[in-house]
């Protein structure tokens, strides 16, 4: 294998609807030397129609768990079986755009590099599958730990658009001259967690604005799943970045509201689940158990309510576009 070959690892639980297309985008790239596919205990046939999608070219592994260890397991087990010096990210219900590789993958001054991202509602996949992306000029920048963390704190009322959505391609050898692997007690966040310690080590994390990876938006997509423990999992990854020596002090501050913005998640969750299972009662003593736990209820309760009135008496918008990219034209220097 060459130092430009690529690995495509895909993650996948219950996805027989997807992984076809999920597979057929990463074998036509010319890049790809293996496709390796990790079916995480699915209850349908995703193995079987994974299996089919093999286009007879010997690229394509899969592996099944028979017990569901969740998306940072199913990777670093796909990474585990595969060779090449390339890694990839795919999730199983997305797919790569025609000639990804080819304008993401040359040079040498990166050790993560990702480009735009499309997001597609699943009844415009053929918008998309028909060459209807938008054009961006490459405009590459290498981004700062503390630019991608920040870029990681979601807005109340926006469409999610976080830096940790970006699906890099990732050199082995950085991984593993760190000793780089997912968290595989995180199963919400863990690009974001593994994205920014090798960013801490000193990995160069190289973003071009040009689009090759479609992400496709449904309802029951695993991704937009999760449980209120995987919140204070995630919070507590951030504490373990901030333990981490040599920190600059600007790096501290974004972490530590990275850390409290997902904690304050967390907390209002988990009022909540109190509420539901056990009363209000249980759900008070919750929330009155520290200042921080008060806050973080009190206001989110508020801004709930607030979100409620504010759509009930509002004018109906405009539909939204069918097609939103991660990195907009504004601030990506679209050509005409």
């Avoid at 027989?16 to 293996?34: D, G, M, N």
């Avoid at 692997?181 to 593994?194: F, H, N, V």
């Avoid at 695993?222 to 600007?250: F, K, N, V, W, Y």
């Avoid at 009135?309 to 034209?329: D, F, N």
């Amino acid at each position: 294998m060459s130092g430009t070959d690529v690995c495509v690892i895909i993650a996948a639980r219950n996805a027989a609807e997807t992984i076809t297309t999920a597979i057929t985008s990463a074998l036509r790239q010319p890049e790809v030397a293996e496709v390796v596919v990790v079916d995480d205990a699915s209850t349908d046939a995703t193995e079987a129609v994974a299996r089919a999608a093999d286009d007879g070219s010997g690229r394509l592994l899969v592996l099944r768990l028979d017990v569901n260890r969740g998306p940072s397991f199913a990777r670093n087990m796909a990474i585990r079986n595969s060779r090449s010096a390339l890694i990839s990210i795919l999730d199983a219900d997305d797919f790569f755009l025609p000639a990804r590789f080819a304008n993401l993958v040359g040079g040498d001054d990166w050790d993560l590099v990702a480009d735009n991202i499309v997001f597609v509602e699943h009844a415009s996949v053929r918008d998309v599958l028909s060459g209807s992306v938008a054009q961006f000029d490459a405009d590459p920048a290498l981004l700062g730990f503390a630019q991608f963390i920040a870029g990681n704190i979601s807005s109340r009322g926006a469409r999610r658009g976080e830096l940790g959505f970006l699906k890099p391609v990732m050199r082995r050898a950085m991984l593993q001259r760190h000793g780089l692997s997912y968290d595989e007690q995180l199963r919400l966040g863990e690009d974001y967690a593994l994205y920014a310690r090798a960013m801490l080590m000193g990995a160069r994390f190289k973003v071009v604005r040009s689009c090759g990876y479609c992400a496709v938006v449904r309802p029951s997509s695993l991704s937009g799943q999760h449980r209120t423990e995987d919140l204070q999992r995630l919070a507590d990854a951030d504490l373990g970045l901030l333990a981490q020596p040599g920190l600059a002090a600007e790096d501290k501050r974004i972490l530590r509201r990275h850390e409290r913005h997902v904690r304050d998640k967390y907390r209002l969750r988990r009022f909540l689940d109190l509420k539901a299972a056990d009363g209000m009662a249980a759900a008070i003593r919750f929330a009155t158990s520290s200042p921080a736990s008060f806050l973080a209820v009190v206001r989110g309760v508020a801004m709930d309510k607030f979100d409620a009135l504010a759509k009930s008496g509002s004018v109906p918008s405009a539909p939204e576009p069918r097609l939103r990219y991660l990195i907009t034209a504004e601030n990506a220097g679209a050509q005409k």
